[in-house]
């Protein structure tokens, strides 16, 4: 109690002289011997801790970095590597992923590019935000989530957290009788939009479903899940983000093909006749969505949902398309090394066309990035900047769908969760077609913690099950 009245005085103390941020020194301490001394909490306490986290840039301009969780990583990322250095830790089925081979291409490519950059300060910053997000989580993550029920904590912690956040957000939000317009921001300081948020959602639906589906839980546990369901659903309503809405319905295809065992020499078909429609009836389609009239800020859940694809009067649709624009432009100006990772923002401004700046464009180039997983890398990295991000999905993809096909039957439970995990990949990476988030904490953690449970199962996997055909 002493030391607890000792504490407080030195935190009014330094309040009083204006340098409050020197008391977290202690908490700062007590992170580094928790880091040290029990690593495996400090891992599922990121699972808490990412939906919570707020970024400081809302408070100090120019400087973003998310609270708590970046600072933990990063010590984690230099904790770990320097006992790597010491005694391998890393075990050598890691070393062999092919998860591990296409991300390690990434940002082999990644530094490429940023000697090259047109500001290299910008992209070693990239550079080192990626190595403190990937090294720990995927590289020594395993060794945590080697152990399946710590892969069930992950999803139990991450998917309660949410869940406070949303509950936070509706109750902001019903105090504006959940405007539309209201409904862009109420989830701050978490979340600095309602896309990210949306998107978040989405990620965690399949989860919190996986979470009921697995097993027979106990009434309370039952409970607990059903409240949990109905609070994400309500929130993902209360989102008016579209492309999550569209995402989850992009997810339960992925469960259609998965379940009905879909070949894929079918969905190559599929996907090539697809493409081969869209190049021949272009003309026609163009003139269908010109006929759309309506607005994203319709309360209308039919109505807002087909306003998705209204490209002549919604502002906000339209600047996706005039940041897609850019970057398509900004890869033929700089096709094989790009403008740099990181760049997008400072370099895009000169390629706006007039005929497709909106009423939020901004000639000043400050207003974020391609508004894509894919054209985003292509412009700041060349056309290879994007093969190895869609190596990087392809790997994941196949990692997880392989791993579930061949994972013992009569174990439903992780089954089931693996299941749900893949699902969630397809929410966040459809999702990545409109919208890119994946160098921000929210959308990091858990895609990078999904990739190395992956790697961690699939090496107990039974000898039998792992040369198991797909």
């Not at 590019?113 to 070693?124: G, K, M, N, Q």
């Not at 207003?367 to 999905?393: K, W």
Request: aromatic share 16%; charged share 15%; proline share 4%.
């Amino acid at each position: 109690m002493g030391i607890g009245l000792l504490y407080a005085a030195w935190c009014c103390y330094l309040t009083w002289i204006d340098q409050a941020v020197f008391a977290l020194a202690p908490i700062g301490l007590m992170a580094v011997f928790f880091a040290v001394y029990f690593t495996e909490y400090v891992f599922l306490a990121l699972a808490f801790l990412t939906p919570l986290s707020v970024n400081i840039e809302e408070y100090v301009d120019g400087f973003g970095l998310y609270l708590p969780t970046e600072p933990l990583l990063f010590g984690l990322m230099l904790l770990l590597v320097m006992q790597q250095m010491r005694k391998p830790l890393v075990p050598n089925y890691v070393w062999k992923s092919p998860i591990v081979w296409a991300v390690g291409f990434y940002l082999f490519w990644v530094f490429v590019t940023s000697i090259a950059s047109t500001d290299p300060v910008a992209s070693f910053k990239f550079l080192l935000a990626k190595l403190w997000f990937i090294v720990p989580l995927l590289l020594f993550g395993p060794l945590i989530y080697s152990e399946i029920k710590n892969s069930k904590r992950f999803i139990w912690l991450f998917s309660i957290a949410m869940a406070l956040v949303i509950s936070y957000t509706l109750i902001i939000h019903a105090g504006y009788s959940f405007g539309e317009k209201e409904g862009h921001w109420v989830m701050w300081p978490f979340f600095k939009d309602h896309t990210i948020y949306g998107s978040t959602i989405a990620f965690v639906t399949p989860l919190v479903f996986g979470l009921y589906f697995s097993k027979k839980h106990a009434l309370l546990v039952r409970v607990i899940l059903v409240g949990l369901i109905a609070i994400t659903l309500i929130g993902l309503f209360f989102s008016y983000s579209r492309a999550a809405w569209l995402s989850l319905i992009a997810a339960l295809l992925v469960l259609a093909v998965i379940k009905l065992k879909v070949k894929f020499s079918i969905l190559a078909t599929i996907a090539v006749a697809g493409l081969l429609f869209l190049f021949l009836s272009w003309d026609s389609i163009q003139m269908e969505l010109e006929r759309n009239k309506f607005e994203h800020t319709t309360e209308e859940f039919g109505e807002k949902l087909q306003s998705a694809t209204n490209v002549t009067t919604d502002a906000s649709n339209l600047e996706r398309l005039n940041r897609w624009s850019c970057a398509i432009e900004m890869f033929y100006e700089r096709p094989v090394f790009g403008f740099g990772p990181g760049t997008y923002a400072f370099q895009y401004a000169r390629f706006q066309e007039p005929e497709n700046t909106t009423i939020i464009s901004t000639t000043n180039g400050d207003m974020g990035n391609a508004h894509s997983e894919y054209l985003g890398p292509l412009s700041e990295m060349g056309l290879m900047g994007l093969i190895a991000m869609l190596l990087i999905v392809a790997a994941l993809f196949y990692k997880g769908i392989t791993l579930y096909q061949r994972w013992p039957e009569e174990e439903k439970e992780t089954r089931t969760l693996l299941l749900a995990m893949i699902m969630s990949l397809a929410t966040y990476f459809v999702h990545g077609i409109l919208n890119n988030y994946l160098d921000t904490d929210k959308a990091a953690v858990p895609i990078w913690t999904i990739a190395a449970i992956f790697i961690a199962l699939e090496a107990q996997l039974p000898e039998a099950n792992q040369k198991k055909h797909v």
